[in-house]
């Protein structure tokens, strides 16, 4: 992503860098700054574009040349600790490749990304084994959700499946294990506010003022005490299906957060990533064991 031109503190857009802004391209060559401190550069100057001063917003073109702070630009960038356990656990969980995508078969405990906690996620070592300039995540799932991630390669690639969740012309389908009895099919249409807090921990309610959010549950099978559900959503919003779930009485199984904790089963939460679709692709990651031991699905 960034080419260093002589000994000059200056990153040359590439054509995979041409459309961004300028504090988002900015803040992924220098991860150590912080976004006050480089507004605040931009603000006075030490920051240019071709030697002009600019905005944050300003958009960046293939051979621009960006100049920043020398201290910036010569920072050493710390290497996340990646384990060669971690790396070939999560390469053992490759779905597919191309020259564009990878896709991931997420790990129930894994985050995404590094933080709160976490020295590194699936990006991070992802990035430690790959031989692409900058591996990039294409959406989110909770750590403790399991299934389908797709990172990206380029990004031209990003815009495109990102301009096709815009469209909703990306199908995503889980499955999940509730906890209580759903015997037959329904929807929920139920905006969401994904910003709402409580205590400081993000915490989605139902909101008119909200994010539209559209849940489909179909129940595959069920006992007397759970339900094994497919869901399928149109939009994708942060805690979508846990939250419509908590809706209708039977929140997802081990969900401590929106239902009830279940520290007696194998994993934390029963949420799984089955199946996404977009552009011609449909990546399908296989349904958990614990999923099966509980509710085996070839029974239904």
């Not at 015997?183 to 539209?212: C, F, M, N």
């Not at 994708?236 to 520290?263: E, F, K, N, S």
Request: charged share 20%.
């Amino acid at each position: 992503m960034d080419h260093k031109s002589g000994k000059k503190p200056i990153y040359s857009a590439t054509a995979d860098d041409a459309g961004q802004r300028l504090d988002n391209y900015l803040l992924k060559q220098a991860k150590s700054w912080r976004k006050n401190e480089l507004y605040k550069l931009i603000r006075k100057g030490q920051v240019r574009i071709n030697g002009k001063r600019v905005k944050p917003d300003a958009r960046i073109a293939e051979g621009d040349q960006i100049r920043v702070p020398p201290p910036v630009f010569y920072a050493a960038r710390p290497t996340p600790a990646v384990s060669a356990q971690q790396r070939r656990s999560l390469q053992q969980q490759v779905l597919y490749e191309d020259a564009n995508y990878l896709v991931l078969n997420k790990p129930a405990g894994w985050p995404v990304h590094a933080g709160s906690g976490h020295p590194v996620g699936v990006i991070e070592v992802a990035n430690s084994w790959s031989n692409e300039a900058s591996l990039q995540l294409a959406h989110r799932l909770d750590k403790d959700t399991s299934g389908c991630l797709l990172l990206t390669k380029s990004r031209q690639s990003l815009t495109r499946f990102q301009a096709a969740l815009q469209q909703q012309q990306v199908k995503k389908t889980y499955l999940a294990i509730l906890n209580g009895v759903l015997d037959s099919a329904k929807t929920v249409d139920l905006s969401l506010d994904t910003g709402h807090r409580v205590e400081g921990i993000r915490t989605v309610i139902p909101s008119t003022a909200g994010q539209s959010a559209h849940t489909e549950f179909t129940p595959l099978r069920w006992d007397a005490q759970m339900t094994l559900v497919r869901c399928q959503i149109r939009s994708g919003r942060t805690h979508q299906i846990r939250v419509h779930a908590q809706t209708l009485g039977v929140p997802v199984l081990g969900d401590a957060h929106y239902g009830t904790a279940a520290p007696q089963l194998p994993r934390a939460l029963y949420l799984h990533a089955a199946e996404l679709a977009f552009d011609q692709h449909v990546w399908q990651a296989p349904t958990p064991p614990e999923f099966d031991r509980l509710l085996p699905l070839d029974e239904a």
